[in-house]
C-alpha cells in the first residue's frame, strides 16, 4: 500500500511579502524624507532670504528718517509727507509676513532669541522712535511756531532721535545677522538629511536587487531544477532553501513531496518488476507451447511419415522373403531402407538440437553471434554477421523463431551449399516499418524444387516467418549462390502504433 501524505506543518517567522514591504517601505521614507526636507528647507531658505532684505531695509529706513529730520524746516509740508511715508513704509516692513513668517511659534516663543530680539526692535520702535516722529510731525505741523522755533524744534527731536538710532540700528544688525544664522543652520540640516537619507537609501536599493536574488530567484532556480528532475524520475534531489518563508515552506513541500514520490515510485518500480517477470514467465511457457506444437507439427510431417514408408518397405520385403525372391531383388531395397534410417536419424538431432535452443538472456545479437561461431567453427565457411538494429526490442516469440530460422539457413550453408563465405544482415527499413532479415552465401545455389524427401527445414523456416505475419522468399542468385530474406513487421512496433 502507498504511504499516505505526510501533512506539512510549518510556520512562517518573517514572510517574503514583509521583507519586500519593509524594505520598499524604508525606500519610500527615505525618498519622502529627503524629498521633503529638501523642499521644506529650500522654501524657508528662500523666505529667509526675504527676511534678510527686510530686515536689512530696516536699517535703511532708520536713516532715511534721520536725514529727512535734518532738511529744510522751511519745507515743513514736504518732510512732513515724507516722515509719514517713511513711518508707514517702516511699519510695513517690520510688521511683513515674510520676517514674522521666520520667528519661531508655540509655549515659550517669545524667549528665543530671534523672536526676543525682532519684539525688542518693534517695541523699541513702537515705544520710542515711533513717539518722538509723531511730535516732531504735530508740531512741524503748527503755524505758530517761528523760524527759530522750528530750528529749535529740529535740533531737539534729531538729537533725541540720533540719540537712540545707534543702538537700534545696531539691533537691526543683529537681527539680521541671527536670521543668516538660523538659514545657515537649516542649510546644514538639510545637508546632514542628505548625508544619511542618501546613503541609507542606496543601502536599500541595493538590498533589493539582492533580496530579490537571493530570497526569490535562487529558490525559485532550485525548485525549478527539482521539479525538472522529478521529470526525469529523479527523485534524490532535496531543496536547499528552507528558510521561515514563503518559498522555504515551499521547498519543505518539494521535500516531502520528492520523498513521497520516491517511496511510490520504488514500490511501483517493484510492482513492474514483478509483473514483468510474471509476463516473462507467460511468454516463454506460451513460446515453449508453440515450439512443442511446432516440432509435433515435423515429427509428423518428417519422421511420422519417415517411419510409415519404412513400415511399408519392411512389409514388402516380408512378402518377397515368402516369395522366396532373389537377394539380388532384396539388397536394393533393403538399402534404400537403411538410406531412410540413417535420413531419419539426421532429422531427429536436428529436431532435437532445434528443441534445445534457448534465447539467450544476453540478447537476440549474443544468441546469433553463437550460432554463427558455432557453425564456423564445423566447416570452411567464413561467416559474418551485421547487426544494423542493435537497440531494436523484439517480442520473446520473434527472438526465438529468428533464432530457428538463422540456425536452420546457416546449417543448410555449411552442409549443402559448398560456399566459402557466408552474410547474415539483420536491418529495419523505416518507410515500410519491416524488419529485414538476409542470409545470403556464395555456394552451389538452390534448385528450382529445393524440397526433397524427408526434408522439412525449408518448410518449417516458411512456416515460423508466417506466425510472425511475415514471408520468408529463397532465390538463387543470378551468379552463384542463394539468397534468404524474411520481411515482417516487428510485433512490438505494431502494439505500439495501436
Not at 203 to 219: D, E, G, N, S
Not at 451 to 474: A, C, D, V, W, Y
Amino acid at each position: 500500500m502507498s504511504k499516505s501524505p505526510t501533512p506539512i506543518q510549518y510556520t512562517q517567522k518573517f514572510s517574503l511579502l514583509k521583507q519586500t514591504g519593509i524594505l520598499l517601505t524604508i525606500i519610500s521614507l527615505l525618498a519622502v524624507i529627503g524629498i521633503g526636507s529638501s523642499t521644506i528647507i529650500i522654501e524657508t531658505t528662500q523666505g529667509a532670504t526675504s527676511a534678510v532684505n527686510i530686515a536689512g531695509s530696516l536699517r535703511m529706513y532708520a536713516y532715511k528718517i534721520a536725514s529727512h529730520m535734518g532738511q529744510d524746516q522751511y519745507k515743513r509740508e514736504i518732510v512732513i509727507d515724507k516722515l509719514e511715508v517713511l513711518i508707514h513704509q517702516f511699519d510695513n516692513r517690520l510688521s511683513h509676513p515674510n520676517l514674522v513668517h521666520i520667528l519661531a511659534e508655540g509655549e515659550n516663543s517669545r524667549e528665543l532669541p530671534l523672536n526676543l530680539l525682532y519684539y525688542s526692535i518693534a517695541g523699541q520702535w513702537e515705544s520710542e522712535f515711533k513717539p518722538i516722529l509723531t511730535h516732531y510731525i504735530e508740531e512741524l505741523g503748527n503755524d505758530d511756531l517761528n523760524e527759530d522755533q522750528l530750528k529749535d524744534l529740529q535740533l531737539k527731536h534729531q538729537k533725541e532721535y540720533l540719540s537712540l538710532v545707534d543702538h537700534f540700528i545696531f539691533n537691526i544688525t543683529n537681527l539680521v545677522t541671527l536670521i543668516e544664522e538660523n538659514t545657515e543652520t537649516r542649510i546644514q540640516l538639510l545637508r546632514d538629511i542628505e548625508y544619511i537619507a542618501l546613503p541609507l537609501l542606496l543601502l536599500a536599493i541595493l538590498a533589493t536587487p539582492l533580496l530579490l536574488y537571493f530570497r526569490i530567484l535562487l529558490p525559485l532556480r532550485d525548485l525549478l531544477e527539482i521539479s525538472q528532475l522529478v521529470r526525469q524520475h529523479e527523485f534524490s534531489r532535496q531543496a536547499h532553501y528552507l528558510r521561515k518563508d514563503e518559498l522555504g515552506e515551499v521547498g519543505h513541500a518539494f521535500n516531502l513531496m520528492t520523498t513521497d514520490l520516491s517511496a511510490t515510485y520504488a514500490e511501483l518500480e517493484d510492482k513492474v518488476i514483478e509483473r514483468t517477470n510474471d509476463l516473462i514467465q507467460e511468454a516463454n511457457r506460451i513460446t515453449m507451447l508453440e515450439e512443442r506444437s511446432n516440432i509435433a507439427q515435423e515429427l509428423h510431417d518428417s519422421i511420422a511419415q519417415s517411419v510409415f514408408y519404412m513400415r511399408m518397405q519392411i512389409s514388402r520385403i516380408k512378402t518377397l522373403c515368402r516369395r522366396q525372391t532373389p537377394l539380388d531383388e532384396l539388397i536394393p531395397i533393403i538399402e534404400e531402407l537403411s538410406q531412410s534410417n540413417d535420413d531419419n536419424n539426421k532429422q531427429l538431432r536436428e529436431l532435437i538440437s532445434t528443441f534445445r535452443i534457448e534465447v539467450n538472456p544476453a540478447g537476440l545479437t549474443v544468441a546469433l553471434e553463437d550460432i554463427i561461431k558455432r557453425y564456423s567453427e564445423r566447416g570452411d565457411t567464413d561467416l559474418k554477421f551485421e547487426n544494423r538494429v542493435p537497440e531494436f526490442k523484439f517480442s520473446h516469440n520473434e527472438e526465438v523463431h529468428l533464432i530457428q530460422i538463422t540456425q536452420e539457413a546457416v546449417s543448410n550453408i555449411i552442409k549443402h551449399a559448398n560456399a566459402q563465405q557466408g552474410v547474415i544482415t539483420l536491418k529495419h527499413d523505416r518507410e515500410s516499418n519491416k524488419i529485414i532479415l538476409t542470409i545470403r552465401d556464395d555456394g552451389v545455389g538452390i534448385p528450382e524444387n529445393p524440397e526433397r524427401p524427408n526434408h522439412f527445414g525449408l518448410k518449417t523456416m516458411q512456416e515460423r516467418g508466417e506466425s510472425m505475419h511475415g514471408k520468408i522468399k529463397i532465390v538463387a542468385l543470378p551468379t552463384r549462390g542463394t539468397k534468404l530474406t524474411l520481411k515482417f513487421h516487428p510485433a512490438l512496433t505494431q502494439e505500439a502504433e495501436l
